[in-house]
């Protein structure tokens, strides 16, 4: 479990959930075969520093819990050229996963305008859950904590090379780290309040 260990070892801020909540026998689940839909969060910082996550997202209500939302893969990335790489990894990753719906991508408002002039449809995030990301914490915790969120194998294993601990640590300020504000809004968007 070494690849989210940044989680399990954090002695500062308390976590969002731990490392083992997202984990089944202490190991990421399998690439989903199906889901509903894949849920695509991108964040960005004033440097151009961006955070994406991808989740395969099930709203089957007759699945156990722990099926409500599944990271599979994330990005901690720049803004150059993003447009293009999220729609078309949110669409491989909707064929991977056999997303009945599709993939919907959700940015945040200010970046609304260039996906939009290159002619993709997205969807804004809420800016006031940009604005609250400790709304938005605790909004996701119990959630996670509960067993509906799972991370699967890619992702599990990019976290090795790119650790994903630092989003999952919640330190009040939210607003400071892309990867941790698209890691909460693509759960919000997931598993709602």
Not at 10 to 25: C, K, M, N, Q, R
Not at 35 to 58: E, N
Request: hydrophobic content about 50%; some cysteine; overall charge negative.
């Amino acid at each position: 479990m070494a690849a989210l260990g940044a989680v399990q070892a954090s002695t500062g801020p308390a976590p969002l959930g731990h490392a083992v909540d997202l984990l089944v026998d202490e190991r990421p689940v399998a690439m989903p075969k199906w889901c509903t839909s894949i849920v695509t969060a991108l964040v960005a910082d004033v440097t151009g520093r961006a955070g994406v996550m991808f989740f395969a997202h099930h709203m089957d209500p007759n699945l156990p819990a722990e099926a409500r939302a599944t990271l599979v893969d994330f990005w901690d990335t720049n803004l150059a050229d993003i447009h293009q790489r999220v729609v078309d990894r949110t669409v491989k990753l909707s064929r991977v996963c056999g997303a009945a719906q599709g993939g919907y991508v959700y940015v945040m408002p200010e970046l609304l305008s260039g996906f939009e002039a290159r002619g993709f449809v997205v969807t804004p995030i809420a800016a006031e859950w940009l604005r609250r990301g400790d709304d938005l914490a605790i909004c996701v915790r119990s959630h996670i904590a509960s067993g509906r969120v799972k991370v699967a194998e890619p992702a599990f294993d990019e976290s090795r090379n790119l650790p994903l601990g630092g989003a999952l640590v919640f330190q009040g300020e939210a607003g400071n780290d892309p990867l941790r504000l698209a890691w909460l809004a693509g759960l919000r968007l997931c598993v709602g309040d």
